[in-house]
């Protein structure tokens, strides 16, 4: 009788070791999956901000050599006939007619 409570005990501690183990696998199994989840949406978030930095900056450099292009056409002599502006003759004084 002893021997059958003895077993009894042993196989009740045996699947008590094996639910505690077992949760504590489920809850580091989860705590893994949260934690990967997060550092997944992290590196997500900064790679976002970085291609949106570096868009940003090839933008402005972009528009600054327009801009100085831009400039330079309209302030090179030979360039006076490509000007949209009113203001300039499409002809340069070496080019007209003398007289």
Do not use: Q
Request: hydrophobic residues 60%; glycine residues 0%; positive net charge.
């Amino acid at each position: 009788m002893l021997h059958h409570a003895a077993a009894a005990v042993l196989r009740h501690a045996a699947a008590a070791v094996l639910r505690h183990a077992a949760a504590a696998v489920l809850r580091h199994a989860a705590a893994a999956v949260v934690c990967h989840a997060a550092a997944a949406v992290v590196c997500h978030a900064a790679a976002a901000v970085v291609r949106h930095a570096a868009a940003a900056v090839v933008r402005h450099a972009a528009a600054a050599v327009l801009r100085h292009a831009a400039a330079a056409l309209h302030t090179h002599p030979d360039c006076n006939a490509l000007s949209l502006s009113p203001n300039h003759s499409p002809t340069t004084p070496e080019a007209a007619p003398s007289t």
